[in-house]
């Protein structure tokens, strides 16, 4: 959908997506915090409280614009972070990189296996992902238009993510990592990650998506794997659904704890493959800052958690 098609589609049925789509597309000249302030204001229906920001929301949108470091660029870096993490934590919960190449043109097909994964650097929410399970049914052609289009994108602009911005765009391949199946899935190849929300590093709770190539869900857990009352809009907790907390939770929070220390927040994902525990990323706004918690209560409650001077 080109960016006119969208903005006539938002016109038509929701009109504060249309006013974003608006400040997005024409406006990314702006000042970052008047830029970040109107996309809030379309996307949460509020004004961002600068001076006193209270809601989780409000102060991912305060740490964009006072809480850059340079070394942030690393981290975020789907590629460079695999050496930091290593350093951190040792190199066991590394998942293999196969090739890396500087343009979508120079990927060498013939040489990757009948499975693996493909990503680019600096993408984010997923855009930049492309995943084979079996080459006889590959769509060459798909995934080169959908790393083209992650490869032109930038999301350090778009959300005036300042990390991103200097991240050096490259394209490499990982190891396919498989687990059996899970949740209410069909699909035997859907890997759960787990996320721990991570605030001067200590977990707090962490978030597990399931089921997403059929109904997508988030369960939100305590530390102590407790199912939490709270969710996001669009991914609405699911309280019967079949998942089992893997045996190495308390592994990875510890590891979650290592990695986030003196950072006032940062969410963590881990990989479980069978037993054994991988690094997935490091994310320092979860989308973007710009998703509404249901209920709205938790957005004050989780912002709590997150000092900022």
């Not at 049925?13 to 830029?35: E, G, M, T």
């Not at 200097?166 to 990592?177: N, Q, Y």
């Amino acid at each position: 959908m080109t960016s006119i098609v969208r903005g006539i589609y938002y016109l038509k049925h929701n009109r504060a997506q249309f006013c974003d789509s608006i400040v997005k597309n024409f406006f990314c000249w702006l000042p970052d915090k008047l830029y970040l302030s109107l996309r809030y204001r379309f996307q949460m229906g509020h004004w961002i409280n600068w001076k006193n920001p209270t809601t989780f929301t409000e102060k991912l949108q305060w740490l964009k614009i006072y809480d850059y470091k340079p070394e942030y660029t690393k981290m975020v870096d789907k590629l460079a972070v695999k050496d930091y993490v290593a350093s951190k934590i040792g190199k066991k919960y590394i998942i293999p990189t196969l090739s890396v190449w500087d343009k979508v043109e120079n990927i060498d097909w013939d040489s990757l296996p009948s499975q693996f994964v493909l990503k680019t650097t600096h993408g984010g929410g997923g855009c930049g992902v492309v995943i084979c399970y079996d080459r006889a049914h590959f769509d060459r052609d798909k995934a080169i238009k959908k790393l083209q289009i992650s490869m032109q994108s930038n999301v350090g602009q778009s959300y005036r993510e300042k990390p991103y911005l200097s991240v050096p765009r490259k394209i490499f391949a990982e190891k396919f990592m498989e687990e059996s199946k899970v949740g209410d899935s069909s699909n035997k190849y859907e890997l759960l990650d787990y996320k721990f929300f991570c605030f001067n590093g200590k977990v707090k709770f962490f978030k597990i998506d399931f089921d997403r190539f059929v109904e997508h869900h988030a369960n939100y857990y305590s530390t102590n794997c407790e199912l939490l009352s709270f969710g996001e809009s669009g991914l609405e907790p699911k309280p019967d659904a079949d998942i089992k907390i893997p045996d190495n939770i308390q592994e990875m929070i510890e590891l979650a704890g290592k990695l986030s220390k003196s950072i006032p927040f940062v969410r963590v994902d881990f990989y479980n493959v069978n037993g054994s525990v991988f690094f997935g990323e490091l994310t320092f706004y979860p989308a973007s800052g710009m998703i509404p918690w249901t209920p709205n209560e938790a957005d004050f409650e989780i912002g709590k958690y997150l000092r900022i001077k």
